[in-house]
């Protein structure tokens, strides 16, 4: 397992996807819901960027379930990406008049973090997990983008300590510092 991290727009996909540019044989998870028109095409450039031999799976909830019940093996699996997958299971049951549990909350994300580590391990495949880095900015404004910093923060921790490689991307070259 690959896990490649970086900021915004720094060409962690592209270096994530160049890893496994020698395999045809791909499975692609998308964590995004595009919501909007220039997130539909963001998604779409990224759909045209890669091989048409890849898989696509746009899902963002119980992905080592979903995984293991594949019929097709996978010579590589690409997941794009952890942070807007720990956006998506934040905000799934989001309710501005209820008082949000945090550590339930982020309880329930590791936990979906593991069950798709431990399925992702058992795969005779390259794997490759691309997260952002959202720790080198400033302290966020409000509760919620606080607390989803320290829980990506969090996850990219457990990921890093669980991978056999960690490149960290910057300005389009990855490093590797693991």
């Known amino acids: 397992m690959i896990l ?3 900021g915004a727009r720094s060409g962690k ?4 996807e160049s890893l496994l540019k020698d395999k045809d044989n791909v499975l692609y998870i998308a964590t995004s819901i595009p919501f909007d028109d220039e997130m539909k095409s963001r998604v779409k450039k990224h759909q045209e960027d890669r091989p048409s031999s890849w898989d696509t799976l746009e899902e963002y909830k119980d992905l080592g379930a979903k995984i293991s019940k594949r019929d097709k093996k ?10 807007i997958m720990i956006s998506n299971l934040m905000l799934e ?3 501005e008049e209820r008082e949000i549990d945090y550590v339930t909350l982020e309880k ?8 798709l580590v431990e399925e992702l391990k058992k795969v005779n495949s ?3 997990l691309i997260t952002n880095e959202v720790g080198a900015g ?7 983008a606080r607390e989803f910093r320290d829980i990506a923060g969090r996850v990219n921790q457990y990921l890093a300590r669980e991978s056999e490689e960690v490149y960290l991307v910057v300005s389009g070259i990855g490093v590797k510092i693991k």
């Open 93 to 95: 049951n989001f309710d």
């Open 126 to 128: 390259k794997v490759v």
């Open 13 to 16: 996909s592209s270096f994530g």
């Open 74 to 83: 996978y010579d590589g699996i690409i997941l794009e990406c952890i942070t």
């Open 4 to 6: 490649v991290t970086g």
């Open 108 to 115: 329930d994300i590791m936990k979906e973090m593991k069950s």
């Open 138 to 144: 400033i302290v966020p404004e409000n509760r919620l």
